[in-house]
């Protein structure tokens, strides 16, 4: 684009910048000089009163020698310019920066030059927008990567025939596997064999999305098993399950807890029972003995 309003306007050269706190970055050139300075200082640069002031109309300045900005913005005499025009660049009504064209002669535009570098401005201003845009995308995406990543559940993803699409890190821990190791493989390798039944009723019984949490074992790399507890929501395109999205949490140390208060209770019913058996037992014995 800048290429562009410099070839049509016939400038000795053309420049996009941004504004961002003191500084003056300059992120499009055309025909810059070898030395031009791609940064610099934002105060007393034509560019940077254009931004600030945010002109919608293109502002033409000649004679810029005989102007301030020849003591205040050092590529005025560094480069003999002679004319400048420019345009602000604006993203949600705020000025970013500024698109213009400088000469080294004297130049008088005419109606349709002033109207092609308004034109070629709003064009930048839309580029600044998909580049804002593509930006938010990129830190939404690294927000939710790096949430994803440092959750101690195992967060997975299957298609429809229950192949493993996407694991997150954290099965390295559950299952000794990379999340490299899972893609492409069925659940059921992961499985304990006793509790497929569950398994499969987990992820692929409930139409319709349900949150219904199921209790099975998994597999590790080692042979060791796990109790995970999951939850999963089907996803439905078009009115067909395409796949599956759900978390596996580790409860095995909940299981053995269970297990544990299980058979201390077991005990302390054999124990009771035991206990009364003795006492009639005793009762017995005593009127025998009588």
Request: proline fraction near 3%; include cysteine; charge should be negative.
């Amino acid at each position: 684009l800048v290429a562009l309003s410099g070839e049509l306007l016939n400038a000795a050269c053309a420049l996009y910048n941004r504004l961002e706190n003191d500084l003056l970055y300059c992120l499009g050139q055309w025909r810059t000089p070898p030395d031009f300075e791609t940064v610099d200082l934002a105060e007393g640069h034509i560019c940077t009163d254009i931004i600030k002031h945010n002109n919608q109309e293109v502002c033409l300045i000649k004679n810029l020698p005989d102007t301030a900005y020849a003591k205040t913005d050092p590529n005025v005499s560094k480069y003999n310019l002679q004319t400048y025009m420019g345009h602000a660049v604006c993203v949600g009504g705020k000025p970013v920066g500024s698109l213009c064209v400088v000469y080294q002669e004297d130049y008088t535009p005419g109606p349709d030059e002033l109207q092609l570098l308004d034109i070629i401005a709003v064009a930048v201003s839309i580029e600044e927008k998909r580049r804002l845009a593509d930006q938010q995308i990129k830190d939404s995406r690294k927000k939710y990567r790096t949430l994803i990543e440092n959750v101690n559940d195992v967060i997975f993803q299957l298609d429809k025939n229950g192949n493993i699409t996407y694991c997150s890190p954290s099965v390295m821990e559950y299952m000794g596997v990379t999340p490299e190791e899972t893609i492409g493989k069925n659940y059921i390798e992961f499985v304990h064999q006793e509790d497929l039944a569950i398994a499969r009723k987990s992820f692929f019984s409930n139409l319709g999305g349900a949150h219904e949490a199921f209790e099975f074992r998994i597999l590790s790399k080692n042979g060791d098993s796990k109790y995970v507890r999951t939850t999963s929501r089907q996803m439905i395109e078009d009115g067909s399950v395409v796949g599956l999205i759900g978390t596996l949490s580790d409860i095995t140390a909940q299981k053995q807890m269970e297990q544990e208060l299980f058979q201390s209770r077991k005990m302390e019913a054999i124990g009771k029972l035991a206990g009364g058996v003795a006492h009639d037992f005793n009762n017995m014995l005593a009127s025998i003995l009588g």
